[in-house]
């Protein structure tokens, strides 16, 4: 695992970032095209800079179980933080990446969060379910 797998994450999901889909949209000042696209790149390029996370991370999910519909009762964000009590600090977009190297099945929120079919039992003994 390397950045080569996170570039195949973003190469499924061009809009894959550090923060998860996209950048963190809200400001106190408005920014150009511009801006926001030197952000995007910055998020982009941390996330791939992320590899030691994205491993841990996807050994942590080594351990879930895949299940065949979309697990619409946790979010990306909140599978983040029950995997952060055993691996410690990562992105969002570095779970979603190594779900999706992990070959979950990646449901788009709207935001950037995303869905994934992940079995709630496999998550019974995580803490903060």
């Known amino acids: 695992m390397s950045r080569t797998s996170i570039q195949k994450a973003i190469d499924q999901f061009p ?14 000042k408005p920014t150009t095209p511009e801006e926001r696209e030197a952000k995007f790149k910055q998020n982009q390029a941390a996330l791939l800079d992320s590899v030691d ?20 009762k946790h979010s990306s964000y909140g599978l983040k933080h029950m995997a ?8 969002n977009g570095v779970f979603i990446a190594a779900a999706i190297h992990c070959g979950f099945d990646i449901k788009i929120d709207g ?5 994934i079919n992940i079995s709630e039992k496999s998550l019974k003994n995580c803490e903060n379910l």
């Open 84 to 91: 952060e009590h055993e691996i410690g600090y990562i992105t």
């Open 111 to 115: 935001g950037p969060n995303v869905m």
């Open 15 to 28: 809009d894959l970032t550090d923060f998860g889909m996209g950048i963190f949209r809200y400001t106190t």
């Open 53 to 72: 996370s994205f491993e841990k991370t996807c050994d942590w999910l080594s351990t879930k179980k895949k299940i065949k519909t979309i697990n619409s």
